[in-house]
């Protein structure tokens, strides 16, 4: 993982989580049936949440977002890649987001144009109680707009929210230009 810099210079990440306060995005959790449930990796994934107790809390839960493209493309430039895509994910107070990584049915393709890149950015502001875990590193409190890159595309990860408040964050994948 490697700190990037903070983009709150190139996006207004402020105006963009204030409009998706007011927008529904899609609810997922533990018991959602979901578009890949049919990737075995998935089925890998939610063997591990039943184990551990998730299958069923209705404490695990996210809400996914689409992401405008020309907030792609800036981003883009600012890591300076060529962009593959992006969502924002939200954690709502009281839930969490068990250890796992992100499984998507176009992996074939994806690595077959080459390794993959991925950075998150942290686009709400900070608040108490909001928790995002990769690696070896808890992050808390960390500035809105901040970037890293991750190590792995699909590095496991996780999160909770024990704030008050959502917690946003923006997740881009590309490649090296």
């Known amino acids: ?36 449930h049919e990737n075995p990796k998935v089925a890998e994934l939610r063997k591990t949440w039943q184990a551990a107790g998730y299958e069923g809390n209705n404490a695990v839960g996210w809400v996914d977002y689409e992401v405008p493209e020309e907030i792609i493309a800036k981003f883009a430039e600012f890591v300076n890649a060529e962009p593959v895509g992006g969502w924002i994910t939200s954690v709502p107070p009281g839930y969490c987001v068990p250890w796992h990584y992100d499984i998507t049915d176009d992996e074939e393709q994806l690595l077959a144009q080459g390794q993959p890149l991925r950075f998150t950015c942290h686009i709400s502001q900070a608040k108490f109680g909001q928790v995002f875990v990769l690696e070896d590193h808890v992050f808390a409190n960390e500035a809105q ?10 590095q496991w990860h996780g999160g909770m929210n024990m704030g008050l408040e959502a917690k946003f964050l923006f997740n881009f994948i590309g490649f090296a230009k």
């Open 145 to 154: 707009g901040n970037v890293y890159q991750w190590s792995d595309w699909q």
């Open 1 to 36: 993982m490697k700190f990037i810099g903070n983009s709150s210079s190139i996006i207004n990440w402020e105006e963009l989580v204030s409009r998706l306060r007011t927008e529904e995005g899609r609810f997922r959790g533990s018991n959602q049936e979901d578009d890949i």
